[in-house]
Structure formats: C-alpha cells, structure tokens
C-alpha cells in the first residue's frame, strides 16, 4: 500500500517515494539548477543516483537496466540542453519496449512562454516515442501522476515521460490519495472460431514454418510444443535469439540481411506461416505465395509488414496452448530436415576463420568470447557489425542475454546499456561488444565506469573505418566515402584513466586476451584489430546486389583502389 503523504514532503520526495514503490531502485542522469531538488530528494532516500558525463548515456542505461531486468528505472535531467541531449538513449530504450521514468525537469511557470533561456517544447520533443508525456501542473497531483508514469511504462514497455517545472519540485502539497502503479498478468487468447479457423490453416497440406519474434519471450516451451507437433522450423527475429534459439532442435536461425540459408528459406519458401509475436520489418523476405497468420498481442501490429491470411490477438504463450490440441501432429519431417541442414551448413560457413596470424576476423573475436564467457553472460553491441556477429555467434542457451540495438538502429548503444545492466547485476559477467565508431561516439563516459566503480568488460571491434557503412557503399555500387577512422590507441586511452586496457594485433594472443579480460574483477578494456574487409553476406544475394558489388569493384580500380578489390576478395573468399 501506498505511503500517505506526510505534511512536510515536497513534491521532490513524493515523486522520489513514488518511483521507488513502483520498483525503481536507480536513476540515471546529471544534476543541474531545475533538478537540484529533486537530486537532493534522492539523496535523501533509498534510490541510487548513477552520475553519467553525457545525458544519451543515461537514456540508454536506464533502458538496459530494464531491458534485461523487465523492472522499472528511470532517469533525471535539467531543462534545455540537459534534456535534449536524452532523446537518442530515449528513443532507443522506448523503441525496446524498456519500461524507464524519464523526469524531465523544465524552467519554473513563471517563466513559461516568454522565450526564457533554456526553454524547449519537451511535451512536442518526447511526446512521439513515449507512452506517456505530460506535465505536472498542480503539485497536489505528483503522487497520482508518477503511478500514471510507472502503470504506463510497465504495462505499455516503453519510456514515460513527465515533465516537471523547476518551481514546483519544492512545493508541499496537502494531502494525496494513495496512488500507485499497478501491475497486470492477463490471460489473453483468441476466440473459439478464431482458434479453429488458424488450427484449419495449420491442418492443411503444405510446409508449416514458425517465424518467432519477442512476443516469444516467457513462451519458448508452448511454441516448441506446437513446432513439434507441426514438423515445423522455427525462424527468430533478432529480438527474438534469447528466447528461441537456446537448447532448440528445431531453431533454424534468422532471416534478413543478418539472417543465414536455412532461416532465409523457412520463412521464404513454405506455404503456411505462422508468425509469433513477430513484427519483422523487412517485407522482400516473406513468402510470396504462401498461407499466412499472424498471431500478436496488440492489433496494431497485425499486417503491418506484410499481407496476412488472418491475424489473430493474443499473447503468444496462450494461444500457442490453445492451440496444441487443435493442430493434427505431422509425420513427415523432410521441410524441417532440410531447412535444418541448410542451416547448420550455413552457420559454419559464416564462422569465418584464417591461417593468416595478422589477420583477425571480427567472428573469430566473437568466437573466443562466445567461448570464454560465463554461462550466464550478458552481451551488449553496437549498431554496425558488431551486432551482426553477436546475433550470429554468441550461443544463447537460456541463462545469456543479448542486447543489440535493433528496433532504433543506433550507434554507441553498447557500452552505455551495459552499464545499466552491470548496475543492476554487479555480479553477473557484462561484455559490450563495441565498434571503434560506435565507442568513439560517447567515449567520455569511459570516466562514469572509472567513477561509478563499473566492472564492465569492454572489446573494441577496432577495423578503423564505420565499417558496416563502408560494406552498404560498397554493395549499392558506389565507393566508399567518409568511413575512414583515425583511431587513438584504445587501450592506452583507458589506461591513462586508470582502467586495464590492453590491445591485441596478433591472433596467437587472442583467447588468452578475451580469458584475462574476463578474469579481471573491476572493469577492462580489450581492443582488437580486426579485418577491415568484412562482408556481412544477405542470405539471398539479389542479382542487383552482385552487379553493384561488381560495379564498386569496377570503380574503385578506374580510381586507383585496386588494393581495396584484392582485399575484398583475398580476406573473403581465399583465406579461409
Ligand atoms: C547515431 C548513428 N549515426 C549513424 C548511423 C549510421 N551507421 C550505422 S552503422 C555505422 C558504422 C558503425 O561503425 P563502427 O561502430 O566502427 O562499427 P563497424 O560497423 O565498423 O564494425 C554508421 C555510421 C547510426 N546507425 N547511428
Ligand atoms: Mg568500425
């Protein structure tokens, strides 16, 4: 139950108390004159405030935290610039369905709509990627307002924003009901007719695929038993690794330019597809022909992405239950058998590997993570590459989490995410997974890790160009511009900081690298020089695709890069 509101609590202490019964136990941001109350509140109470150098950093770690957690955090900033420079780690934590409190604190009332320094629209800003986005106008309403806040972020996931004016954090209201933030574990399935309608589908001739996406999450067992019983593949979408591939005979990987042979068909040549809590947005790789139902918990998203047959609400958990004794169990397992060979093949294939002591491919690093990590590790990666080799080859094996930014698709996420969830579990093993652009983006806060006693473990991705930007230049047929990075030695830089840093050139040092890294017991730096020329290989290359590879090729030796096809070719096709 609520704490009544005891006479001499402002409204800083009731929005702190608030938060903090609604589970928050930590907030991210940086102090400054409209929030120095509210700071001075938490101060004063149980919540801990994570002091960061750069507001995005605080967005994507509150986001992290409750990424992997599923429990509310939230973050806190001044007015203005201190605000404004939240909205990209915002964005990202909202479009994750990370349920985060954002107090955005703004200039006093009085000052409103006379063009006061500092004053920014921050109801026009957030309102767009929130759940919720209002201003506390009265402070007799603070308590109702933040359990509004934490209700929404909770059972909506996303980022709730309220907006807080800098004169009303002191003020002491009179009394307050006892609001609170309640919490819902509804059972959700589609009608009778509905039910029959998809077993109907199901029951038909043909080859079923099962395309899985996040709403799988907490559902894994309820959609292997309806795989079984169907001979189906089951495809994942990239939000969906966690809770899919782990311990799964019957997993077949992604679709999509991350996506491998075998995934790629599952989804693309079947004739029936169930898609599970899957919003996968890239339409040229759903079946053009077949058969397909869609089963999802919000309506908004039936149809979205692609045309289907019928489309179903409900949560995936109890509709894939509903439907287990209504599907008829298949026999014949040859489309599950051959989309799995595909698969396997497929997945050695890209574990690319070299004889070449000087030449280390970015997947060869991910793989002595993937072997040295603890079994219950929780990566983080950076948009670029680095998130396509975490996807690939990181195992998830049920107790793993994995964190890349897909939804928003930016850069610099890795490490500042980690940081929330290191917060949150200090003792469990946290590795991000960073590019040399991605860390170079928000580097100053290398010094929160330092600071905040972080022990992260850091792997610089280090091939010296946005390489993941550099290969779509390349693919569409134009040459490459402006990817070029002129990098510090990583690791001397977080040496100077006081953290370990060490660096590695040579692929005889590299398990031993990764195993001293994860033997440290406070934070560490690791960075790699990786092969520049890295194909990330669509699983189905268009015909377009090879002739605009050609075409660069043809480009770049008209210009004098005649080193550049080589080693394109060398470091992919002839040194494995
Ligand atoms: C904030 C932001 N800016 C730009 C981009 C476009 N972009 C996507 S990946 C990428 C390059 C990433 O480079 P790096 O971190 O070095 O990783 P690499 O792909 O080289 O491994 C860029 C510029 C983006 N997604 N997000
Ligand atoms: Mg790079």
């Known amino acids: 139950m609520a704490l009544t509101t005891s006479s001499s609590a402002s409204v800083s202490d009731i929005i702190v108390d608030s938060l903090l019964e609604a589970g928050a136990k930590r907030c991210y941001g940086i102090v400054g004159d409209t929030i120095n109350h509210f700071t001075d509140a938490i101060r004063r109470s149980e919540m801990e405030w994570v002091h960061v150098r750069h507001e995005e950093v605080a967005g994507f770690a509150a986001g992290g935290e409750s990424f992997i957690s599923g429990e509310l955090s939230c973050c806190a900033g001044t007015c203005g610039p201190g605000s404004t420079h939240f909205l990209n780690g915002l964005i990202e934590s909202h479009r994750n369905g990370a349920p985060v409190v954002f107090i955005a604190s703004q200039i006093d009332t009085a000052e409103m709509g006379v063009g006061f320094p500092q004053d920014v629209d921050q109801k026009a800003l957030y309102s767009q990627y929130s759940v919720f986005c209002e201003y506390l106008t009265n402070p007799e309403n603070a308590r109702r307002m933040v359990a509004i806040a934490a209700q929404k972020a909770l059972a909506e996931g996303g980022v709730a924003v309220l907006i807080v004016p800098g004169d009303l954090f002191t003020q002491k209201p009179k009394g307050s009901l006892p609001w609170r933030a309640h919490r819902f574990m509804p059972v959700i399935r589609p009608g009778e007719q509905e039910l029959a309608a998809v077993a109907e589908a199901l029951n038909a001739r043909g080859k079923v695929s099962i395309y899985a996406g996040i709403g799988c999450q907490h559902a894994q067992e309820e959609v292997l038993a309806l795989a079984r019983r169907l001979k189906a593949p089951v495809a994942w979408t990239s939000r969906a690794k966690d809770f899919i591939e782990p311990n799964n ?301 050609a075409l660069y090729s043809a480009k770049a030796v008209l210009n004098g890069r005649m080193d550049d096809v080589v080693d394109l070719v060398r470091n992919n096709f002839t040194k494995r």
């Open 249 to 549: 005979e019957l997993e077949v990987g992604m679709t999509g330019v991350f996506g491998l042979q075998g995934g790629y068909e599952a989804v693309a040549e079947c004739d029936t597809l169930l898609l599970l809590g899957c919003s996968f947005a890239w339409t040229q790789f759903y079946p053009d022909k077949a058969t397909v139902i869609q089963v999802d918990l919000d309506p908004g998203k039936i149809g979205i992405r692609h045309p289907v047959d019928l489309g179903v609400v409900g949560s995936v958990k109890d509709t894939c239950a509903a439907l287990l004794t209504r599907v008829d169990p298949r026999n014949d397992s040859a489309w599950l058998d051959s989309c799995r060979k595909k698969y396997l093949e497929a997945r050695d294939d890209a574990a690319v590997t070299s004889d070449d002591e000087r030449l280390i491919h970015p997947q060869e690093l991910t793989l002595a993570l993937d072997r040295h990590a603890s079994e219950d590790a929780v990566f983080t990666a950076d948009g670029g590459s680095p998130m396509v080799w975490c996807l690939r080859h990181i195992r998830a094996n049920g107790k793993r989490r994995t964190l890349p930014s897909l939804m928003h698709g930016t850069m610099a996420n890795a490490y500042p995410q980690a940081i929330g969830i290191q917060k949150a579990y200090p003792q469990r093993q946290v590795i991000a997974m960073c590019g040399d652009g991605g860390l170079a983006m928000l580097m100053g806060d290398l010094l929160t890790l330092k600071q905040e006693k972080i022990p992260l473990k850091i792997v610089i991705f280090n091939n010296s160009t946005l390489g993941f930007v550099e290969l779509e230049q390349k693919v569409e047929g134009i040459l490459d511009t402006y990817t070029e990075l002129e990098n510090p030695d990583f690791s001397l830089l977080a040496q100077s900081m006081g953290l370990w840093g060490r660096r590695v050139e040579e692929k005889h040092e590299l398990d031993e690298a990764v195993q001293s890294l994860l033997a440290q017991d406070g934070l560490g730096v690791l960075e790699v020089k990786v092969n520049r020329m890295e194909l990330v290989m669509p699983p189905h290359v268009e015909a377009g695709q090879v002739a605009s590879t």
